[in-house]
């Protein structure tokens, strides 16, 4: 009979989360100079009829050999968000603007959102965490590649 009840309640929960979006999944920005502030932004989008807590920060982006992990913010980067949660009601959206700043170039930093719905009758909370990935180069066109391309190759997970 639990594992009954958390299986509606998982399903329940997932249908809400379905409704969910972060826009843009991720976004390439120019800076000329390392340590100068980039502004960046993403929207979440709540489409359910519920309202939803945000709670956002700022990681870093590395790979595993096998996909993306989000460490603790480097050092080399500093992130300061006009807030870092927020409710977004039911039908609508909310912006997030944040201020990048990196030491050298190239840059990833990736602004993770983390998604509350209305806990279960059991009192169980569900979170979600969405992405939006921040790629920074002193030419913004290819950004990503060059990014994505040190990311996944010149780390070494062996150690």
């Known amino acids: 009979m639990r594992q009954l009840i958390l299986i509606i309640s998982i399903l329940s929960f997932a249908s809400v989360l379905q409704a969910q979006s972060i826009s843009p999944p991720w976004q390439e920005a120019k800076s000329a100079k390392p340590g100068k502030s980039v502004g960046v932004e993403f929207t979440v989008g709540n489409n359910a009829v519920v309202p939803m807590t945000v709670l956002v920060e700022a990681r870093t982006p590395i790979s595993n050999g096998e996909g993306l992990l989000f460490e603790n913010l480097s050092s080399t980067v500093s992130v300061r968000l006009n807030q870092a949660s927020f409710k977004v009601a039911p039908k ?68």
């Not at 990736?110 to 002193?138: E, H």
């Open 92 to 159: 609508s959206t909310h912006t997030v603007l944040a201020d990048v700043r990196c030491q050298s170039y190239p840059c990833a930093v990736a602004l993770m959102a983390t998604l509350f719905g209305k806990p279960a009758a059991n009192g169980m909370q569900v979170a979600i965490q969405f992405p939006s990935i921040v790629y920074i180069c002193p030419k913004s066109k290819g950004c990503r590649d060059t990014i994505q391309t040190d990311i996944f190759h010149h780390h070494n997970f062996d150690k």
